[in-house]
């Protein structure tokens, strides 16, 4: 299983960390992805990381602003998301959060990933 948290209600410009737990697997064979979706949206890739852990990959929308880091021993990935804005007040970063799985290489193709964990809800609000 894979299992995201860590979601709440934060202000624009505010820090979250998301964590996604796996169970019944060997996690460290394994490519970790995020994607997000919000309300009337389609699904998007927000980043990926290797199953070493070597290599990192980000949407242009959150790169800079979002770190994705693994600690295996733990079975756990993390998302640190850091000043999560506001654009024109629009709340745009707020949307489920999804981890899943994929064999090899990072990939922002949701195709890619064969096990998909439930969803932990941000909002981004003032």
């Known amino acids: 299983q894979l299992q995201a948290s860590g979601g709440g209600l934060v202000q624009p410009g505010g820090s979250l960390r998301l964590s996604c737990a796996a169970s019944g697997f060997t996690l460290d064979y394994y490519t970790i992805g995020w994607f997000r979706q919000a309300p009337g949206k389609e699904r998007e890739w927000v980043s990926c990381i290797s199953n070493s852990g070597g290599s990192t990959a980000y949407a242009d929308s959150v790169k800079g602003r979002f770190t994705i880091s693994r600690d295996n021993a733990k079975t756990t990935v993390y998302l640190q998301m850091n000043h999560l804005q506001m654009n024109s007040l629009k709340p745009e970063d707020t949307a489920v959060y999804y981890c899943?799985?994929?064999?090899?290489?990072?990939?922002?193709?949701?195709?890619?990933?064969?096990?998909w964990g439930q969803g932990t809800l941000v909002t981004v609000s003032s």
């Open positions: 899943a799985r994929a064999w090899g290489e990072c990939s922002g193709y949701d195709d890619e990933y064969d096990y």
